[in-house]
């Protein structure tokens, strides 16, 4: 038996409607228990009046068309997939004509059981940035509209569906491709990212392990807290669960792994977790409570309802921990108003005005570096650490990272890289503290004016403060 869909509604403009959550009214009560790969070489497709696109970066491009002035439908595969999957670009007006100009570009996920189609059908999103000097890019996050891929690369990567590699596909392989194929402002100070419902977990996932990438992130109903308090894990796991079951045909622990054994996947990519991250970067969130509001059909519908509602708890929860950090935030909560369409498109017509000012006026990258991941080897800022630990996953800690020095809180041996702060051949001497231990290193900057210091080894978890002295001055 097909599950029910939840009704989205439509915009105030007759457009045809898109759900973006699929749900048996049933499901309310269980939800309530709450690197990319090689570049492949082939044919640039194009339509011949506008945009071409070429394969780039692990990304195939199977087919494209061109729907109106404006709108692009692309098909892709890419082996982080195993299948091919859609994406719908929105140009700005006037795209073809100005071959000199570049433009910021706002990445725009859907949500469960979603399209990429579903912001311009259902979202208003070509009404809205109409006249805007904006690249839109709406990718699929799913597969052929079932429960969707949750912006992660999968536990499970042996399932049926393939390896459904979506962070890889969206950050490592995606946003590259679109740089290379559109004239886009391809650094942080042009490049957005938000989404709803599950899109808007996406969003503020991929901004918080990734800080270097996006000057803004936005979620509308979203799920932004999945693990940082004991009512909101349990409801992602009962939500999480059930999608990946229901929806997705696959085990339950399938997308982040099993809650008794895999816990730290599961805070690796909380949001809530990893707010810290987001520091300097300008965010948004769009809540309710799920009481019926004034966009709300006569007889709305209940799984709306009680979607609704568990969402306000996970974004409520996720703005108060960014208080709790002194991270600024825009939060809207407008109490009334239900998990469909109309609420959706109106927060993005609220939300692009303020984008545009970010983008025209982004703010700064933070003066020192602070980043925390459960990866193994990540690069952020410029700074890159290499761990080799007897934990897959584990939490690492970098802090107070300057040219003058770092904090690192890890396990096992570290390898860090600065960024290019020094003058090529510099040589600057390190003293290294763990506890009562002192040793003084001694290194020179490479060609690009990068130093590499590996720490000595720990014994779990241990702090290490880096201190750099250098009598030239740092650029």
């Known amino acids: ?24 009214r049933a499901a309310v009560v269980a939800l309530a228990l709450a690197t990319a790969s090689a570049g492949l070489a082939g044919p640039a497709r194009a339509d011949e009046r506008g945009a071409r696109f070429e394969d780039a970066g692990g990304i195939h491009v199977v087919k ?4 109106d002035d404006r709108q692009y439908s692309v098909r892709v595969s890419t082996a982080a997939l195993g299948r091919a999957v859609d994406v719908r670009i929105l140009l700005p007006t006037g795209y073809e004509r100005r071959a000199s100009a570049h433009y910021p570009v706002l990445y725009l996920f859907h949500g469960t059981s979603g399209r990429a189609s579903d912001w311009v059908e259902a979202g208003d999103a070509e009404k809205t940035t109409a006249g805007r000097p904006l690249i839109t890019v709406m990718p699929d996050g799913g597969f052929d509209g079932n429960g969707g891929g949750w912006y992660t690369d999968w536990a499970d990567p042996g399932t049926g569906l ?18 290379r194929n559109l004239r886009t402002v391809s ?10 419902s599950q899109g808007g977990f996406g969003a503020m996932s991929y901004a918080s392990r990734h800080p270097e990438l996006f000057v803004s992130a936005a979620s509308f109903s979203g799920a932004p807290d999945i693990s940082s308090n004991p009512v909101t894990s349990l409801g992602a796991t009962g939500v999480v669960s059930y999608i990946a079951v229901a929806l997705d045909g696959v085990r339950p ?4 792994g099993s809650r ?8 690796g990519h909380d949001p809530a977790g990893l707010a810290s991250n987001l520091r300097g970067m300008r965010l948004a969130l769009y809540t309710a409570t799920g009481v019926p509001g004034p966009l709300d059909p006569p007889a709305p519908d209940p799984a709306a309802i009680g979607i609704e509602a568990l969402t306000h708890v996970s974004t409520v929860s996720f703005h108060r921990r960014l208080d709790e950090l002194n991270i600024p935030s825009r939060y809207t909560d407008y109490v009334f108003g239900t998990h469909i369409f109309p609420y959706w498109a109106r927060d993005l017509r609220q939300h692009i005005g303020p984008l545009m000012a970010v983008f025209a006026d982004p703010p700064r990258p933070p003066a020192e570096t602070s980043y925390r991941s459960i990866d193994r080897n990540w690069s952020q800022w410029g700074w890159t650490v290499s761990l080799k630990r007897p934990a897959a996953r584990q939490f690492s800690a970098l802090s107070k990272a300057s040219g003058t020095g770092f904090t690192l809180r890890a396990a096992g041996t570290a390898t860090v890289t600065t960024p290019a702060s020094y003058r090529p051949g510099t040589r600057v001497v390190i003293r290294v503290t763990q506890g009562r231990t002192h040793r003084v290193l001694k290194a020179t900057a490479d060609p690009r004016g990068r130093l590499t210091v590996t720490l000595p080894r720990t014994h779990g978890t241990a702090t290490t403060r880096v201190n750099i002295t250098t009598a030239q001055t740092a650029r």
């Open 1 to 24: 038996m097909r599950p029910t869909r939840v009704p989205t509604g439509r915009p105030q403009e007759p457009v045809p409607p898109r759900r973006a959550v699929r749900a048996p």
């Open 64 to 67: 494209v068309r061109r729907i």
């Open 162 to 179: 393939g390896p459904s590699k979506w962070e890889t596909f969206h950050v490592g392989q995606l946003i590259p491709w679109i740089d």
């Open 187 to 196: 650094r942080r100070e042009g490049r957005a990212v938000a989404g709803l």
């Open 253 to 256: 622990d399938a997308i982040f």
């Open 260 to 267: 008794l054994t895999d816990e730290i996947n599961w805070r």
